[in-house]
């Protein structure tokens, strides 16, 4: 994995059309009706998942990974140990739709997000503090590391004074979290590769909960029961 996923950027003379996916949120059925009622979703965090006691859903390393990066031209080699997303909401969900994943998580309804864009918009005007976000479908490997081929990192730069071995830690995390990307927000075990999980992730501007409750009616609009599909 020699650099971070792509972004759509698209300018072209003809037209192209990019097919987005449905993503499938399983859910009790009270708080499915709940939602659909009042407009009310829970978004949680990486700190409730490791908290998590169902397996399906525990997992003690999200959002943390090692970084190694590596300058083929000197050989420089960085590593560093990193966690992304301290002050992000999530919202899981899954591409795939199947009885086998609703019995997974014990659940007895759900709905189908039929524009997660255009959701993941709405949601984040209704969030306070809401920074923006991202949105991806997870990366499964059988181990966190990142690995990156980018150039040498220019530590003395990075110094506070030249005569000094001090860094500008500032500098530096934010220099190795650019070389990181966002893989971290969506690299998980390989075992759980069978949920085949899609991410919403908000970024908000203060130290977050384990979870929240956003009520945004607008939100149900581009959502379909499972019921009724």
Known sequence: MSKSQGKIAVTMATEWAI??????????????????SDGILRLSSFSAFSKHKDEQRMDKTEGEGLLINTDKVTGQELWAVLKQGNNAYVLCGSTKYSNDLAEAFSTDSGFRINDPTAFGCIISQALAGSRGGLEGAC??????????????????????????????MGEMIGSISNMAGDDLYFLKNMKYQHQAEYRLIWHVGYDIDEFIEVRCPDAVQLCTRFEEL
Not at 149 to 167: C, F, G, N, Q, V
Request: net charge positive.
């Open 139 to 168: 990366l499964y490997r059988d181990g966190i590391t990142v690995k990156r081929y980018a150039e040498t990192m220019d530590l003395e730069s990075m110094k506070i004074h030249p005569d000094r071995k001090e860094l500008d």
């Open 19 to 36: 097919r987005r996916p449905y993503i499938f949120r399983y859910m009790p059925k009270e708080y499915v009706d709940i939602f659909f």
